[in-house]
């Protein structure tokens, strides 16, 4: 009788626990599967949103391996990642460490360093303008202090990545420094007083204990930055005047476009919507071979305390 009851007992608290997580599970179903799949669909039709789709196999595949502006978005993510990610994070795991010392004001500090990460890209734009603005910006007005010539910075086809580079590293330093913060902390003490009886220095320590200990909260950030570089399309889009003109974002000369500003404009501003499908699953592809490829290699360089 008593198992009975245990039974019974289970399987009510199982379909209690499925009516818990059911709307997660409907918002999986309706607004994840659901979409992953259509997308997977629409990658293989002429579908411009207004008509419905027309199949046309790998049509959209093969205009992209020919198209001439999808090459260049590539080119201009791939050289956003490899100037945000080692800048984020290098700078990120140096106010981690000095933060995580016992300063007066700390909490004060912390806030202010993050207070950009929760700042929209509309309020970091106006701040941004105010610096890099051609006529009226500070940093032209340093120059020509300075006896310099002034710059047209995100009208410069050569300046423009670089620039946003530097606006989004500000933007999101603070949140990958908490990251940070949070794996500093949780290296054993016991560890520095032992390097400390060793007569070990605070750069040795660094890259002998705080680094290997660290390891894994690295592998993290470096994952999460490179996810967002290919994904970066707010800052992208406010920033180079899509908010005023879709079709002017990524500018100038398409020299600040990238991917998901491409796959926006493709899909919404010219309801080429099987096209943007086509692009939306190649990058899918590049993130999830690029993030298997590096849990490959972490065992190379990732330490994990047992």
Same mark, same amino acid.
């Given at each position: 009788?008593?198992?009975?009851?245990?039974?019974?007992?289970?399987?009510?608290?199982?379909?209690?626990?499925?009516?818990?997580?059911?709307?997660?599970? @409907?918002?999986? @179903?309706?607004?994840?599967?659901?979409?992953?799949?259509?997308?997977?669909?629409?990658?293989?039709?002429?579908?411009?949103?207004?008509?419905?789709?027309?199949?046309?196999?790998?049509?959209?595949?093969?205009?992209?391996?020919?198209?001439?502006?999808?090459?260049?978005?590539? $080119?201009?993510?791939?050289?956003?990642?490899?100037?945000?990610?080692?800048?984020?994070?290098?700078?990120?795991?140096?106010?981690?460490?000095?933060?995580?010392?016992?300063?007066?004001?700390?909490?004060?500090?912390?806030?202010?360093?993050?207070?950009?990460?929760?700042?929209?890209?509309?309020?970091?734009?106006?701040?941004?303008?105010?610096?890099?603005?051609?006529?009226?910006?500070?940093?032209?007005?340093?120059?020509?202090?300075?006896?310099?010539?002034?710059?047209?910075?995100?009208?410069?086809? $050569?300046?423009?990545?670089?620039?946003?580079?530097?606006?989004?590293? $500000?933007?999101?330093?603070?949140?990958?420094?908490?990251?940070?913060?949070?794996?500093?902390?949780?290296?054993?003490?016991?560890?520095?007083?032992?390097?400390?009886?060793?007569?070990?220095?605070?750069?040795?320590?660094?890259?002998?204990?705080?680094?290997?200990?660290?390891?894994?909260?690295?592998?993290?950030?470096?994952?999460?930055?490179?996810?967002?570089?290919?994904?970066?399309?707010?800052?992208?889009?406010?920033?180079?005047?899509?908010?005023?003109?879709?079709?002017?974002?990524?500018?100038?000369?398409?020299?600040?476009?990238?991917?998901? @500003?491409?796959?926006?404009?493709?899909?919404?501003?010219?309801?080429?919507?099987?096209?943007?499908?086509?692009?939306?699953?190649?990058?899918?592809?590049?993130?999830?071979?690029?993030?298997?490829?590096?849990?490959?290699?972490?065992?190379?360089? @990732?330490?994990?305390?047992?």
């Amino acid at each position: 009788m008593e198992t009975v009851k245990k039974h019974a007992q289970k399987k009510s608290e199982g379909r209690w626990g499925l009516l818990m997580v059911s709307p997660y599970i @409907v918002h999986f @179903v309706v607004f994840v599967a659901v979409t992953f799949l259509a997308s997977l669909y629409f990658s293989f039709s002429d579908y411009d949103i207004l008509n419905p789709p027309q199949w046309v196999g790998l049509a959209n595949y093969e205009k992209l391996v020919h198209d001439p502006v999808f090459w260049k978005a590539l $080119w201009n993510t791939v050289y956003f990642a490899v100037l945000f990610v080692p800048a984020q994070t290098f700078l990120a795991l140096v106010l981690a460490v000095a933060l995580n010392q016992k300063l007066m004001g700390l909490k004060l500090i912390r806030l202010a360093h993050f207070l950009p990460v929760i700042s929209s890209w509309t309020v970091i734009y106006y701040v941004a303008d105010a610096i890099f603005n051609p006529r009226f910006g500070m940093a032209n007005s340093l120059l020509m202090r300075l006896g310099l010539e002034p710059q047209k910075w995100l009208q410069d086809e $050569w300046l423009v990545i670089p620039i946003l580079v530097l606006v989004a590293v $500000w933007k999101g330093v603070g949140y990958i420094m908490v990251i940070f913060l949070a794996g500093l902390q949780n290296v054993p003490q016991e560890l520095y007083e032992a390097a400390d009886m060793d007569g070990a220095g605070a750069v040795r320590k660094f890259f002998h204990i705080t680094m290997p200990m660290i390891s894994g909260t690295t592998f993290l950030v470096l994952i999460l930055s490179t996810i967002s570089t290919f994904q970066a399309f707010e800052q992208i889009y406010v920033m180079t005047g899509g908010s005023v003109d879709a079709t002017a974002a990524g500018g100038p000369n398409n020299a600040s476009l990238l991917l998901m @500003v491409y796959l926006y404009r493709e899909g919404f501003s010219f309801l080429h919507m099987g096209y943007a499908s086509a692009i939306a699953w190649v990058l899918f592809i590049m993130l999830f071979a690029f993030t298997l490829i590096q849990v490959k290699l972490q065992k190379r360089w @990732v330490y994990y305390e047992k």
